[in-house]
């Protein structure tokens, strides 16, 4: 069974940075656009990133520029990068497949962003 492992979150201050990192077992996920997604109290999960199996990679407005996603397809792990963190950053982090959901959730990895 192919599991999502996330991990890399914390507690920072704004300004600071943080490197996420999604594993994925059981299979390699090289042929995939994979994404980065989060999910804050209250609102609905949110792609915040995503990147082809050839390294495209697109963002929403609100990380561009800050954020930088990347993979490593023999490793079959995804990273996510975020320089200059603020508040509105704080969610609950989680990667998948894009555009459609072909995994099962991870448990996620919590980002909180201090003003």
């Known amino acids: 069974q192919v599991q999502l492992v996330e991990s890399g979150g914390g507690l920072v201050q704004a300004g600071g940075s943080l490197r996420l990192s999604c594993a994925a077992s059981?299979?390699?996920?090289?042929?995939?656009?994979m994404g980065w997604y989060r999910q804050a109290p209250g609102k609905q999960r949110e792609l915040v990133a995503s990147?082809?199996?050839?390294?495209?990679?697109n963002y929403a407005d609100s990380v561009n520029g800050r954020f930088t996603i990347s993979r490593d397809n023999a490793k079959s792990t995804v990273f996510l990068q975020m320089n200059s963190l603020k508040p509105e950053d704080t969610a609950v982090y989680y990667c998948?497949?894009?555009?459609?959901?072909?995994?099962?959730w991870g448990q996620g990895t919590q980002v909180t962003v201090s003003s």
């Open positions: 998948n497949t894009y555009p459609t959901i072909t995994i099962g």
């Open positions: 059981g299979r390699t996920f090289s042929s995939y656009t």
């Open positions: 990147i082809t199996r050839s390294g495209s990679t």
